[in-house]
């Protein structure tokens, strides 16, 4: 952010590298199995403040709390099915360190799929955002800044 006023010019550092934050996408369409909770696999981030994750390989872990950096951080996801009638639901749940601690279920045929997690983190902590359906066949994750993102931004 940049103040000025009058010939002065005062700037100072972006909202995120003061608190930490991350935000993370995927590349390409991931096929998720009918009746399979699967870990969404992150494969680009467009700001990583301090380190939260590492994307060797196929990350699952969208976020890990390194050392010195717990506290209270505030979780955004959204993940967009490709488009599909079938089945009766599709859910979208974040896990702290494998434990379930929140889930939203949307009806059949729902491609959007939002959730937002407040939680308070301890170092070494992490989260994954996972997803499901029951449609009888593969359906894919969406890729794309606009379809499937997740946020994370300490808030305390």
């Given at each position: 952010l940049t103040k000025r006023s009058g010939a002065s010019t005062t700037t100072t550092k972006h909202f995120a590298d003061k608190i930490g934050g991350r935000v993370s996408r995927i590349t390409?369409?991931?096929?998720?199995?009918?009746g399979v909770n699967t870990a969404v696999s992150w494969n680009s981030e467009d700001e990583d403040t301090d380190g939260f994750t590492d994307l060797t390989g196929a990350p699952t872990k969208i976020f890990t709390v390194p050392n010195g950096h717990a506290g209270t951080y505030r979780a955004t996801g959204y993940v967009q099915f490709a488009s599909s009638a079938l089945g009766a639901?599709?859910?979208i749940f974040f896990m702290v360190n494998d434990v379930e601690k929140g889930r939203a279920t949307f009806p059949a045929g729902s491609l959007s799929m939002p959730i937002n997690f407040t939680w308070k983190y301890v170092d070494g902590d992490n989260l994954k955002i996972m997803v499901g359906h029951d449609i009888g066949v593969d359906l894919d994750v969406v890729a794309g800044t606009t379809f499937t993102f997740a946020e994370f931004h300490r808030v305390g």
């Open positions: 390409t369409n991931q096929a998720i199995p009918t639901s599709r859910q």
